[in-house]
């Protein structure tokens, strides 16, 4: 910036100094609404729900945590049923984590299995409808 000798050039300095103030003030104020606005839970949760579907891991992380809680749970309910004693009560809970864990940890294995056992049940039924 040049040295201002008048006051004429003081003022014009001035003018433009506020005019650039009010010009970045309003980019602010954009700014920061756009801030806001993205920090809405609903656009927090389309985010993630976003990151998530493109995202193929973590579609099979949180599938597999899934099919292991269900499994869990479904053990839990198959192998106690509605218990009022304690000790049942914690075994199950203790269940119920190791099968949920078990299977989650697993799940590749167990989907290749799945399939494999599909395939061969299907393979006996075509086999015994194409020997009739």
């Known amino acids: 910036m040049h040295k201002i000798t008048s006051i004429a050039e003081l003022k014009s300095t001035i003018l433009i100094l506020e ?9 602010l104020k954009d700014q920061f ?12 949760l389309a985010g993630t729900l976003n990151d998530i579907r493109k995202s193929p891991f973590m579609i099979d992380n949180i599938l597999a945590l899934f099919i292991g809680l ?37 799940s590749g294995q167990l989907k290749t299995m799945g399939t494999s056992l599909f395939r061969s049940i299907f393979r006996k039924k075509e086999m015994k409808t194409e020997e009739s």
Do not use: D, R, W
């Not at 005019?19 to 309003?26: C, F, H, I, V």
């Not at 609404?33 to 927090?44: A, E, I, Q, R, T």
């Not at 509605?82 to 075994?91: A, V, W, Y």
């Open 19 to 27: 005019n650039e103030q009010a010009e970045k003030g309003m980019l």
């Open 33 to 44: 609404s756009k801030v806001l606005v993205s920090f809405k839970p609903v656009n927090l």
């Open 70 to 106: 269900t499994t869990g749970t479904l053990s839990k309910s198959l192998f106690l049923g509605k218990s009022e004693n304690k000790l049942k009560g914690i075994l199950g809970t203790v269940l119920q984590y190791g099968i949920a864990n078990a299977v989650a940890n697993n």
